[in-house]
């Protein structure tokens, strides 16, 4: 083993490598996530590379390029890589040097050394091009020379697609350690906070990019991630946003200059706007006012104009409704409500935008916490988010063996079995005899599991019985309000509604219960008057129930095995 | 609910019925926590026999 792959010696960082910018991260020694910035002091470090007389430059420098050097410039390449020319969608690249068919692959046609011809250089050879960049930068910034790397893909993308940016990464000297999905980065990168609190919650990573947008519905179980749902969408993106504003100024250029031409039929027009407007869209996330001004935008005419954010909202309304719908499409998808829905992290550089936070929270009851910059004050930056996750992961696993990292992620998550049904047990209600669902164990969670939870017994004591139930969450519609309110109806028809007095977590007030299958009954005698029990079970992955029964404060207790229905698949 | 008049059970507990099939899914192999998992499930250990190590 070369010294370069040796685990002990590994220099690990977080990549998030993006169609429209990537992202270096590494954790500090108190393990906390740093993102780090390129020599041009840019933490979103666009994906551009561009060749001037045989130089190679790269992210905001390359990203210059367009105006001037546009066929020699490559962007958007990312979701080329792996890919067949003919499944590949270069409406991005239109503007910078033109994806062409090299082989089975996607290359492009540029002029990248001194010499006067043009070269065909492959998507993979650009993709280690830019990593090579990439890695660079944080060697220099880190002191030391990065060897290895956590990488954030999409959760669409292929096993083609990632064994071609593997390759690539080796060919840039990265050592790929592991490729995590970017919604559970994302998760990952707020869970690792150290104030943050593990909780059993429905997460929805809704993430708006530049060229695409992807939401994934995410069950989080006590730090375990399981994705539920994805949605993937080409249509509603960041670069939509541009050219809403790209059009709204070129008329207003037009209105000023009645003679002009339209600087979005001029190339170099074009791609002067196109660059003004992104940055105007990111001034209006900070500002509620932004100032658009290029020199000679077209025939030699200077134009200056501004804009408010109320005008920039109205004119991206469609598209901010359409990914709020997006988003809506996924927890449907994932045969969810939104009242499921306990968190939404945006992330993404347009989630920056406070109009996409305010049509999506809209969109969801008040109970949702919606993660950004403009609804919430602890919110992480969202372009940073899974480049975070990944330096989180990169340096939990740094010090393993490659063999190791690829032995306990495969065969391992593959085979874990999920809960179908919620698990709690039934509290006290006003009848005696009958009892309120409490759930102790949501459904979706993986197995085996261990919950405890404390549970109030009658008021006046004595011996309880306590019933152990899987249970299924329906929403109650109460009309006339459109969803079900906090305080409960006492004279509502339905008594087995909502379970507010005993449980704290306010995500469950606004579904009801219903109590399906009964598990198991225990008995626990002399309970002390206001007395509480304290439940703890294990589901094994055979779905066996371990379950004891104590009261708070008591000695002894109760416990029980019921035997689970699937034969424990041996000692694999 | 309280007990009613009458029960019993062999050591105060009576198994009635068994977990409805689950469903296996994908976890996502990230985080601390899946880590835990992936160490106990390869060494086949419990969580209290993870807890007293």
Redesign the interface.
Known sequence: MSAENDPAQRVAIGISFGNSYSSIAYTTGEGKAEVIANEDGDRQIPSFLSYVGGEELHGGQAKAQIVRNAKNTVAYFRDFLGQEFKSIDPTAAHQSAHPVQHESTVAFKIQDTEEDKENEVTVADITSRHLKRLRQSASDYLGKQVTAAVVTVPTNFSDAQKSALNKAAKEAGIEVL?F??EP??AV?AY??RPDAK?ADKIVVVADLGGTRSDVAV?ASR???????ATVHDYEVTGLKLDQVLMDYFAKEFLKKNKSATDPREDTRGLAKLKLECEAVKKALSIGSSANFSVESLVSGIDFTATINRTRYDLLGNKLFAAFSRLVLHAVEKAQLDPLDVTEIILAGGNAHTPKVAATVGAAFPESTTILAPSTNPSAINPSELPVR?AA??AS??EEFDLEDIE???HP??????????A?GV?C??GE????IFHPIVDA?T???V?RTAIIAT?REG????I?LA?GSRHIKVTKPEPKPKKEKDEDDEDDSDEDDESDEEEELREKTWKV??????????GVKKGGKVEVQI??GAD?G?N?IYREVGGKGG?????????AANG?A | ????QG?T?E?????????????????????????A???R??H?R??SEDDRI
């Open positions: 592991q995590i999905n559970v980065a990952l869970d690792a593990l995410i006590g730090g375990i991630y399981t994705i539920l996750g989180i992961q939990l696993i032995q306990s992620t391992m998550v593959t085979v874990t079995p999920h809960l179908s049904q698990i039934l006290i209600s005696e005899s009958s009892g979706e993986s197995l085996p261990r009658p004595g011996d309880v019985l019933k899987e399906g299958k009964i598990l198991s009954e225990a008995a626990i005698r294990n589901i779905l129930v379950a109760v416990r029980g095995i019921i035997q689970g229905s699937k000692s | 609910p309280v007990l009613p029960w059970a050591k105060d507990f009576k198994p009635i019925g068994s977990l409805s099939a689950a469903n296996d899914r994908n976890i996502e192999p990230v985080g601390h926590h899946f880590l998992h992936a160490r499930k390869r086949k419990t969580f």
